[in-house]
């Protein structure tokens, strides 16, 4: 074993272990340390058990252990945890050294605590990691934004651990993505993608269920058809293995015995509130955080259900046509969601001065991550044909797909809400089509109503200037 450590690591939860044992898997002699010391102990009698990984019980004796410049990574909960392990690890570094965020950090504190540490002579990157404990172990996908002389004392190593794709599986999924907070900036519309991606499918499965009366190992056969083709991706992956699992305690289908009630950890809160800082219409993204919310409500929807009733859905036959429909509208919809992240992500980069490269970015999540598809190819040649490209709706691939499925997906929502399903997601997806490719929208109405009440002037379609109108006299 080396007598000093590559790189550090602060956090021994499930992601941080994961991410040792990959690092030492390639070579790589890792020091780590974790606030409850008895976890490194255990972690290293365990599987940490003759890998060239250095157990410290103290943030003096984790620095003391890292050749220089020293690389100290740290994945704690995001928020003030992070403040502090910072504050407490800053004063041992040295100038040049490196700090690296690896949580889920919101983008802002990772700008804050870059121009922090930067005054104190230390380089900071924030990186988004994912692809869950899997991911971690085997290969996530890794998006470093910070200190960019930072990029060359991590890259080798980041590059190494990350998941690989291409023809000879040797591209890795992981590269610099820009200044201050990019790289978790990314991360975050990543996740906000993959919000909107799972309530997709999760609406699938529910018009699946309740409108055709399919059982769980019908409809895993569906979706295992539908990765077969241009929906190929993990979570529809996922989906048909969740399907078809039981439940060893009551022998049914597990799926029909887990409570409707989706967790969240607030990155999905944050691309909505940037989205609206921002002025970017996400609505899909939107949605399905809204739509995560909702199902935390089940003591109010169970109230309801018996004050109001449940709208009594019609019975549809299971045929192939409609399948096809639903298959049709989930692609559309999925394109819409991407569109709608990838415009967030060009309104950041002009606001706060980042040069994504799109393309490139798309590649980043073909492997590793969650929300990894063979739809991203799709993306990334349509950046790389169009750099320049406004929203991804207009590169010819996505809006001849869109055109040729969007009857399907009206198809879907007019049944879905002539039963009373909700479709939050896909609804949404279709009236942000609709919306963009629409001349004139009702908005002149809204500032009208806005000149009346409070004197906001409006513009005119005939001639230049803002105006304003007395309308009450």
């Not at 890792?30 to 599987?47: Q, S």
């Not at 050294?97 to 802002?108: E, Q, T």
């Not at 009594?312 to 692609?331: G, M, S």
């Not at 001849?400 to 499925?405: D, K």
Request: net charge neutral.
């Amino acid at each position: 074993m080396k007598n000093k450590a590559d790189i550090g690591l602060i956090g021994l939860a499930v992601m941080g272990q994961n991410l040792v044992l990959n690092m030492a898997d390639h070579g790589f002699a890792v020091a780590v340390y974790n606030r409850t010391t008895e976890k490194v102990d255990e972690f290293l009698a365990g599987e940490a058990k003759g890998k060239p990984i250095i157990g410290a019980h103290s943030i003096q004796e984790l620095v003391a252990s890292l050749q220089t410049p020293r690389r100290v990574m740290l994945m704690v909960k995001a928020g003030s945890a992070v403040d502090a392990v910072i504050e407490e690890l800053s004063p041992l570094l040295e100038k040049g050294d490196i700090v690296i965020d690896g949580g889920n950090s919101f983008f802002k504190d990772t700008i804050r605590r870059q121009r922090y540490l930067e005054k104190r002579g230390l380089r900071f990157i924030g990186t988004g990691v994912s692809g869950g404990e899997e991911g971690a172990r085997l290969g996530p996908s890794i998006m470093p934004g910070g200190s960019a002389s930072a990029w060359s004392e991590i890259k080798h190593l980041f590059q190494a651990i990350s998941a690989k794709v291409g023809p000879n599986n040797d591209t890795p999924c992981c590269d610099w993505v820009g200044s201050d907070g990019a790289g978790h900036f990314v991360k975050m519309v990543h996740n906000g993608i993959e919000y909107g991606d799972m309530q997709l499918i999760s609406e699938a499965y529910f018009l699946m269920k309740t409108l055709l009366h399919m059982k769980p190992d019908g409809m895993a056969s569906v979706f295992h058809e539908w990765n077969q083709g241009v929906l190929d991706s993990y979570l529809i992956q996922i989906t048909a293995e969740i399907l078809r699992k039981r439940d060893s305690a009551t022998g049914n289908f597990l799926i029909d015995m887990i409570l409707d009630k989706a967790g969240q950890k607030g990155t999905g809160v944050w691309t909505s509130q940037t989205a609206l800082e921002l002025g970017v219409p996400i609505p899909t993204l939107m949605e399905s955080t809204v739509a995560r919310a909702m199902s935390a409500q089940k003591k109010d929807r169970i109230a309801f259900s018996k004050q109001l009733g449940t709208p009594q859905a019609t019975t549809e036959r299971v045929t192939e046509e409609f399948i096809k429909f639903l298959h049709d509208a989930l692609y559309a919809a999925k394109m819409i969601c991407y569109a709608q992240g990838f415009q967030l992500m060009r309104a950041a980069a002009t606001e706060y001065g980042w040069e994504f490269q799109y393309g490139s970015i798309a590649y980043l999540w073909r492997g590793g991550c969650i929300i990894r598809a063979r739809f991203l190819e799709r993306i990334k040649e349509a950046f790389d044909q169009q750099p320049d490209l406004t929203n991804l709706i207009q590169a010819p691939y996505f809006s001849a797909t869109l055109l040729a499925a969007e009857q399907h997906l009206r198809n879907v929502i007019c049944v879905a809400t002539r039963s009373g399903i909700p479709v939050p997601a896909f609804s949404s997806a279709l009236a942000y089509f609709d919306a963009l490719r629409t001349e004139v929208l009702p908005a002149n109405m809204v500032q009208a109503h806005r000149d009346y009440f409070g004197a906001h002037t409006y513009e005119r379609i005939d001639k230049e200037g803002t105006f304003h109108t007395e309308w009450a006299k």
